[in-house]
C-alpha cells in the first residue's frame, strides 16, 4: 500500500490522465476537479472535506483539478485479490466519484493518522489496514463478489510456534505481515484468518502485545533508561511507546518502574 498526500493547484485547461492503480482517496479540505471521458463531457464534482472518491483505473479520462488536496491511499493487487480469496484476474471496482462508506471512510482516517504522525507503527500497522480496507472495497464496491471462505480450524501449533519465534527475534525490528505468513508457510489473507482464529487477536496487536511484555521485563531492570527500552522493543520514539505502553497497562512505562520498585 502506498500512502501520499497531494496538494493539485489550479489548472486552467483539461489534460488526460490515465490512472493504473486502485486508489481511494479522502479530501483533506474542500475542493473540486473536472473529469470526463470526451472533453466535450466533462462534469465538475465539488467536494467538502473527509468526502472520499474511488477512482477508476485504466481509464483514459479528461482532467481539470481547481485546489484539491487529497489524501491518496493505492491498494496493491495482491491485497485485492487476497480479499477474493485468491480468484485469479484483476479485481475490478467500481467507479464512484463520491465515495460513501462507514468501514471505508474509518479505515482512510486511521491512516491519515498514522500519516500525520509520521508513521509510527511500522509498516505491519499498515499491512493490516491494506488487508482490512481491500476486504470492505471486494465486499461492497466489487463488480465480482468475493466468495465467503470457510476453515475448519486456526494455525497448527508448529506453525503459531513458528509465528511466535519470528515475533521474538525480531522484537527489536519491524515486521510485516508477509514475514509472519511467510513464517507459516501461507498467504497473506489466509494467515491473518487463521492467526486470529488461534489467538483472538490481529497480527499487530499480538506483536504489540508482545512487544509490551518485553519492556516489562527491561523497565524491571534498573540500570535500562526508557528510552533505551523503546529501541529495544521496536518502537520508533519513546512517545509513541509511552502512549502504547499506558493504553496495555494503565500506566506510563515510569509509572510502571516506580510501582514494581516500590
Request: aromatic share 6%; hydrophobic share 40%.
Amino acid at each position: 500500500m502506498r500512502v501520499a498526500a497531494y496538494a493539485l493547484g489550479s489548472i486552467a485547461e483539461p489534460y488526460r490522465s490515465v490512472q493504473h492503480d486502485q486508489i481511494v482517496c479522502t479530501l483533506l479540505r474542500p475542493g473540486s476537479f473536472e473529469a470526463g471521458l470526451r472533453r466535450s463531457e466533462i462534469r465538475k464534482f465539488v467536494y467538502r472535506a473527509g468526502e472520499m472518491i474511488l477512482a477508476p483505473r485504466h481509464v483514459e479520462q479528461w482532467f481539470r483539478t481547481d485546489d484539491l488536496h487529497l489524501l491518496v491511499v493505492s491498494i496493491s493487487d495482491a491485497s485485492l485479490t487476497a480479499a477474493c480469496d485468491g480468484a485469479s484476474g484483476e479485481v475490478e471496482l467500481r467507479k464512484q466519484p463520491k465515495l460513501v462508506d462507514a468501514r471505508v471512510r474509518a479505515l482512510m482516517a486511521a491512516i491519515d493518522a498514522e500519516r500525520v504522525a509520521e508513521f509510527p507503527n511500522g509498516p505491519l500497522f499498515l499491512d493490516s489496514v491494506e488487508q482490512a480496507l481491500a476486504a470492505a472495497l471486494v465486499d461492497g464496491h466489487a463488480l465480482r463478489r468475493r466468495r465467503e471462505p470457510t476453515y475448519r480450524g486456526g494455525l497448527a501449533p508448529a506453525r503459531l510456534r513458528r509465528v511466535v519465534e519470528l515475533v521474538r527475534a525480531k522484537i527489536e525490528h519491524q515486521v510485516t505481515l508477509d514475514e509472519l505468513a511467510e513464517s507459516a508457510g501461507l498467504s497473506t489473507a489466509h494467515f491473518s484468518q487463521m492467526f486470529r482464529r488461534s489467538t483472538g487477536e490481529s497480527p499487530h496487536q499480538f506483536v504489540l502485545r508482545h512487544r509490551v511484555e518485553h519492556a516489562k521485563e527491561l523497565l524491571r531492570q534498573a540500570e535500562s533508561r526508557v528510552l533505551d527500552v523503546a529501541v529495544a522493543c521496536g518502537f520508533k520514539t519513546q512517545q509513541h511507546f509511552a502512549r502504547v505502553f499506558r493504553r496495555a497497562c494503565g500506566a506510563s512505562p515510569t509509572e510502571y518502574r516506580q510501582e514494581f520498585s516500590a
